[in-house]
């Protein structure tokens, strides 16, 4: 079998490692790569010993699937021409900025006989493929994801941005309808919102609630799952994780047993991306479907509303107080 032709649309900061990685993965070889800035798709395809286009439609009629990595205020245009023309996509995270497109992208997706992926690269991060067998029906979840300030993803706010990681990673356990979402978020270095918190509640009974800054001193990516006979910790970025376990001693009280992990190297985008050509081959449903990055932007779009009313009901120092609390940033 030939293998797959593949094409990168947006070679900065990320798809850079898009083109990278495509060069080198089994069963598919790097055609093309294609930006707005014509000296940066050409920097990077020299670098590969592809060409560059500066027209999508022409690099299109030379693939059979593509990386969308240009900005997220992008995604919808760029990944429904590339659809239109019966090509495999997968768009890095958020799938769009609003619902609405992103329900778009997927019954075009349907209906063009195409694969819909979505680049939530932390499913493939290999502590979470190694934990996920020990979480099960969460009671509460916990997560931070913090970061320092740069130009990279300020064309939309931080839930878009860094949260909807863990949106996504929250929906990928199943934990029901959503009943409830309180929020509250502020900018402070850029014109959208830069730090948020959201209080989601499921029929289910789980609460899940998440914190994201991208004003941040420290770094921090972490989830923590509380579970009726145990409690898991997950570090992204070390890669290690804790698992504390109720268990029966010998005397008449149970004890705690505490096990550690650490994950190895591989890089969680490398991984996404052999998933992403495997499923093309196979023609099998995606790791991170169209439906999937459909449902975390969904709930992202019901954190932002959140935190628009409650920016009507409060005072501007009250509403930052209460997105700062008393994590540090």
Known sequence: MKPLRAGVIGVGHLGQHHARHYATLPGVTLVGVCDA??????????????????DLTELLKHVDLVSVAAPTSAHFATARLCLEAGKHVLVE??????????HELVELAARRGCLLQVGH??????????????????????????????????????VLDLMIHDLDLVLSFNPGPVEEVRAAGV??????????????AFASGCVANLTASRVSTNKMRRLRFFQHDRYVSIDF????AMVSRRVQGTGPRPTIDVETFQAGDD?????????????????????????DGEAALNLAARVVEAIGQFTQRHSAADVSAAAFGREPI
């Not at 800035?37 to 500066?54: F, M």
């Not at 970025?237 to 290690?240: A, D, G, L, P, Y």
């Not at 991984?271 to 991170?288: C, H, I, K, N, W």
Request: net charge neutral; charged share 25%; glycine share 6%.
């Open 37 to 54: 800035a014509q000296d940066r798709a050409a920097l990077i395809a020299d670098r590969h010993g592809v060409q560059a286009w500066s």
């Open 93 to 102: 995270k958020p799938i769009a900025v609003t619902s609405s497109e992103a």
């Open 121 to 158: 690269s932390e499913r493939f991060n290999p502590i979470m493929q190694r934990m996920r067998a020990y979480i099960e029906r969460p009671a509460f979840i916990e997560g931070h994801r913090l970061s320092a300030f740069g130009e990279r993803g300020t064309d939309v706010d931080v």
């Open 187 to 200: 900018p402070v270095l850029s014109p959208n919102i830069d730090i948020a918190n959201a209080r989601i």
């Open 237 to 240: 970025q070390t890669r290690q």
């Open 267 to 291: 890089e969680p985008l490398r991984l996404e991306l052999d998933s992403f050509v495997q499923a093309v081959a196979t023609g099998s449903r995606p790791v991170v479907s169209g439906e």
